[in-house]
């Protein structure tokens, strides 16, 4: 079953190869979806600074009745985040934000190497 399938990383991390994607899902409805996905067998869920809900996962992964340690949770980093100091405190923001001991997965979410070629291009 899908929701059972991981990919196993070089360094022996697992992570499932479904996850819930929470965007476009408020802070408070995200609570009773994300509780409501690990209920049913979801154990990978996907947040973000910007969605503006991480609160709301945190709260529903702390209360959902499944240990921290069989989920995974992956968020990302803002994207006018540039800094290496800007991003531990970034990251760290999420973590309390979340209010979770941990974070499995931090990605950056709109990286953009090339800002200082394309001043005019927002994208």
């Given at each position: 079953m899908i929701l059972?399938?991981?990919y196993t990383l070089?360094?022996?991390a697992e992570i499932p190869k479904l996850g819930l994607g929470t965007w476009f899902i408020s802070d408070t409805d995200v609570v009773p979806a994300v509780k409501e996905a690990v209920k049913i067998g979801y154990r990978h869920i996907d947040t973000?600074?910007?969605?503006?809900?991480e609160r709301?996962?945190?709260e529903a992964i702390r209360t959902c009745g499944v240990k921290r340690e069989a989920?995974?949770?992956t968020t990302k980093l803002a994207a006018?985040?540039?800094s290496y100091?800007?991003?531990v405190a970034s990251i760290e923001q999420s973590r309390q934000t979340m209010g979770l001991d941990y974070i499995d997965m931090m990605i950056i979410h709109s990286p953009k190497p090339w800002t200082a070629f394309h001043k005019d291009d927002p994208y």
């Open positions: 059972e399938e991981k070089s360094n022996g973000a600074q910007a969605y503006q809900n709301g996962v945190g989920l995974f949770v006018e985040v540039k100091q800007a991003a």
